[in-house]
């Protein structure tokens, strides 16, 4: 039975991705070797995949080459790259010239998933972060506007406010979509756009409105 073919529909969560790579090791373990170097802070095996023709030589005494994707949680493209590269690369061996003199004399390194929490999180909720689920650098998130789910609708939108300094407008083709305001464009109405989400710890502290709007600095409220 032969692998299963690449499916570009969708980013692939964890579990897709550990399935993929059994795949192909069982497939073909002349080529391919999985090795797991580390576990993540949520205790994910962290994974790189050895790939060379292994009845030419050790992997070792081969010159290599190193892919690594995904550094960051929402790099999730990078991760569909690599794992496309490794499909690639033992799928063709033996059909495609390049690819058959490539794993005949190299061996290339794969780590096609570093951010193995964040692109979790990323992926499986509506939540954005930078790389790691550990609190960094603070233990305690800050107070401030953070993005939620407030609607729980299973996404984080932007909201809008009338301002006549907003820097957005509605689009004259669909009243859904905010376009940029021209530098020189007046007479209109304006908008501020803020992302969904809550004010932690919030003081109940408001920002005056200026005249000809905008809002005070709260450095300036007496």
């Given amino acids: 039975m032969a692998v299963q073919p690449f ?3 969708h980013y692939f969560t964890y579990r897709e991705i550990e399935a993929f790579l059994a795949d192909l090791v069982i497939h073909y373990p002349q080529l391919i070797k999985q090795q797991v170097i580390g576990q993540s802070y949520g205790g994910q095996d962290i994974w790189v995949l050895i790939v060379t023709q292994q009845q030419t030589g050790h992997y070792l005494t081969k010159p290599g080459y190193w892919i690594d994707a995904n550094t960051h949680a929402g790099e999730v493209t990078g991760s569909a790259v690599a794992l496309y590269s490794l499909y690639q690369l033992v799928t063709q ?3 495609d010239p390049q690819i058959t ?3 005949d004399h190299y061996t290339i390194y794969v780590l096609p998933r570093l951010a ?3 692109a979790e999180k990323y992926l499986t909720t509506p939540y954005c972060l930078r790389s790691s689920i550990r609190a960094y650098p603070y233990p305690e998130e800050r107070d401030g506007l953070y993005p939620e789910d407030i609607n729980q609708d299973g996404l984080i939108l932007q909201m809008r406010i009338q301002d006549a300094c907003g820097a957005w407008k509605v689009s004259e083709q669909d009243a859904r979509v905010m376009v940029r305001r ?3 464009e007046f007479g ?3 908008y501020t756009l803020l992302t969904e ?10 920002h005056p409105r200026l ?3 905008g809002f005070v600095p709260l450095t300036s409220v007496s």
């Fill in 101 to 103: 003199y490539l794993l």
């Fill in 7 to 9: 499916d570009f529909s």
């Fill in 197 to 206: 989400g809550l004010i932690r710890n919030y003081d109940q502290c408001q």
């Fill in 93 to 95: 061996y033996g059909q």
């Fill in 116 to 118: 193995v929490d964040g």
């Fill in 182 to 184: 021209e530098p020189e």
């Fill in 211 to 213: 005249k000809y709007g």
């Fill in 188 to 190: 209109s109405t304006y």
